[in-house]
């Protein structure tokens, strides 16, 4: 009979723990969305967008500013202008930048504006 009580407690355990699992997982489902608020412009230049930079920084070393922005902004589906001022602001939050936090061969990017870089893209 002792053998009997201890399954069937055993067995209400089991039942009760069952329970409190189903009812945590519809606490989850029913809990409220995050709404999330857009960060304020504080004049740093956003992580995607030093991501972008980079990436066009990278292809430029390839093929030269012009080609490497065309190809950026159709990856990324902006327009090139757009990428230009991304490129602009990526510059101009260098400046700022740690040493480590820094973009190599951006700097190319401001003597590109000037006309004398050395990955200017050839004239055909």
Do not use: F
């Amino acid at each position: 009979m002792a053998h009997k009580r201890s399954l069937l407690a055993a067995l209400a355990t089991a039942r009760q723990r069952k329970a409190e699992k189903r009812e945590s997982i519809k606490q989850i489902k029913v809990a409220p969305k995050r709404q999330e608020s857009e960060a304020p412009e504080l004049g740093v230049i956003a992580n995607p967008k030093r991501h972008l930079a980079k990436e066009c920084t990278d292809q430029a070393m390839l093929t030269g500013w012009d080609r490497a922005i065309q190809k950026t902004a159709y990856e990324s589906n902006i327009s090139e202008q757009e990428m230009r001022d991304i490129l602009d602001q990526a510059l101009e939050y260098e400046n700022k930048a740690d040493p480590a936090g820094r973009i190599e061969g951006l700097q190319d990017w401001q003597h590109e504006k000037r006309g004398v870089s050395s990955l200017a893209s050839p004239k055909r």
